[in-house]
Each structure stands twice: as structure tokens, then as C-alpha cells.
T-cell receptor, first 114, second 113 residues
Framework: LAKTTQPISMDSYEGQEVNITCSHN???????ITWYQQFPSQGPRFIIQ???TKVTNEVASLFIPADRKSSTLSLPRVSLSDTAVYYC???????????????FGQGTILTVHP | KAGVTQTPRYLIKTRGQQVTLSCSPI?????VSWYQQTPGQGLQFLFE???????NKGNFPGRFSGRQFSNSRSEMNVSTLELGDSALYLC????????????FGQGTRLTVV
């Protein structure tokens, strides 16, 4: 399974754009990149998933360069409620030893200040 | 539609006891996975069930077990509880196996005293 590396913590202010980068140098051909958000004492919540280039949904964008060895989660105009832990996961969506299993790293603690 | 439901939300047990936690997945979801979350170890995969069979297992001792019923509801059991088993236990459901969009419940906070 590809190992991921993210910053331990980040600080931002309301209204700013936040970019969280994740390194995954050993990503395999079949691996997808998925980001989850977790608030204290709650289960993680799926944010976005991608394979290459750029993916955008109503809450975030995911940028993946051509070599796929890193990815960047972009949160536009954050608010206080975006304060949470953000996890980058890399895994085989279709099979293999990661089948049915999500491997979480330490995540990035994002703190949004007023 | 209803999300993933875990019961109970909070539990206090004594060392040596055993405990059973329950998870009801989203209607139609057939894959149920369990995770343990502690401040020291983070989120760790316990096991995954699909069609009433355990398909994948993490690195936990045999004291941790689970099962899945025909309606996809799942239970996990921990026997001979230890202080280190105190954690937030999370259940996640997916429509099928392998899809990494998993939907998590709010978890069961287990405290072993």
C-alpha cells in the first residue's frame, strides 16, 4: 500500500483558500487518491476522490500532477466550521490487498481562525 | 436516506469483560468495515465483511471478532477487555467492495476501566 505524507497541522483564516498537499511517492497504477474530513468524536466524511488531473465538486478541488506522486486538496474560502482533520488516502478502488480496507495516515489538523 | 447507525454511542466496561458493538449500514450497502481510533495509533482497520463473510482483516489480536448478518447489519465483539482497548470504534459501509467512498457512522466510544 502506498504510504502518504501530509503536514501535521495548518492554520488559516476565514475566507482564505487552503491548500493541503499530500505526498505518495509509491502510488501504484491502480491507486486512486481520496480525501476524508473528520470532526472530533465523529466518523470521517468523504470529501473528494480522483485519479489524475483535476477534480472539483461542491466543496473542494483535487489537483493531481501527471506523475501522481503528490496531490493537493484545495478548500476555497474556508470558514470556522472547516476546522477538522483532513486525511489523504491512496488505495486500489477495484481490488488487491487494500480491497475493502482504508489506510489512514496521521492526517492534517486544519485550524481556521476568525 | 438514513446514514450508518452505530449503537451504543458510549460504553464503559471493566477489564476482563467482553463487549458487543452494533452497526447498521446504509440501506443497500453490502460492505461493512470496522476501525479503531485512538490518539496514539490513529485510525486503524479492524476487518471488513461482505455477504456475511469476513473478507479482509487488520493486525489485531483474536480477541477482536465480528460478524455480518443477512441484512448486512454487523456486530463486532471484543473479549477479555484491556485498558488499551479504550477507543472510538467506527463502522463504515460501502455499496460494494473496493469502492473507497465509505460512509462512516458516528462511532461507539468505549472506555475500559
Amino acid at each position: 500500500l502506498a504510504k502518504t505524507t501530509q503536514p501535521i497541522s495548518m492554520d488559516s483564516y476565514e475566507g482564505q483558500e487552503v491548500n493541503i498537499t499530500c505526498s505518495h511517492n509509491n502510488i501504484a497504477t491502480n491507486d486512486y487518491i481520496t480525501w476524508y474530513q473528520q470532526f472530533p468524536s465523529q466518523g470521517p466524511r468523504f470529501i473528494i476522490q480522483g485519479y489524475k488531473t483535476k477534480v472539483t465538486n461542491e466543496v473542494a478541488s483535487l489537483f493531481i500532477p501527471a506523475d501522481r506522486k503528490s496531490s493537493t486538496l484545495s478548500l476555497p474560502r474556508v470558514s470556522l466550521s472547516d476546522t477538522a482533520v483532513y486525511y489523504c488516502l491512496v488505495g486500489d478502488i477495484g481490488g488487491g490487498t487494500s480491497y475493502g480496507k482504508l489506510t489512514f495516515g496521521q492526517g492534517t489538523i486544519l485550524t481556521v481562525h476568525p | 436516506k438514513a446514514g450508518v447507525t452505530q449503537t451504543p454511542r458510549y460504553l464503559i466496561k471493566t477489564r476482563g469483560q467482553q463487549v458487543t458493538l452494533s452497526c447498521s449500514p446504509i440501506s443497500g450497502h453490502r460492505s461493512v468495515s470496522w476501525y479503531q481510533q485512538t490518539p496514539g495509533q490513529g485510525l486503524q482497520f479492524l476487518f471488513e465483511y461482505f455477504s456475511e463473510t469476513q473478507r479482509n482483516k487488520g493486525n489485531f489480536p483474536g480477541r477482536f471478532s465480528g460478524r455480518q448478518f443477512s441484512n448486512s447489519r454487523s456486530e463486532m465483539n471484543v473479549s477479555t477487555l484491556e485498558l488499551g482497548d479504550s477507543a472510538l470504534y467506527l463502522c463504515a459501509s460501502s455499496l460494494e467492495r473496493g469502492g473507497t467512498e465509505a460512509f462512516f457512522g458516528q462511532g461507539t466510544r468505549l472506555t475500559v476501566v
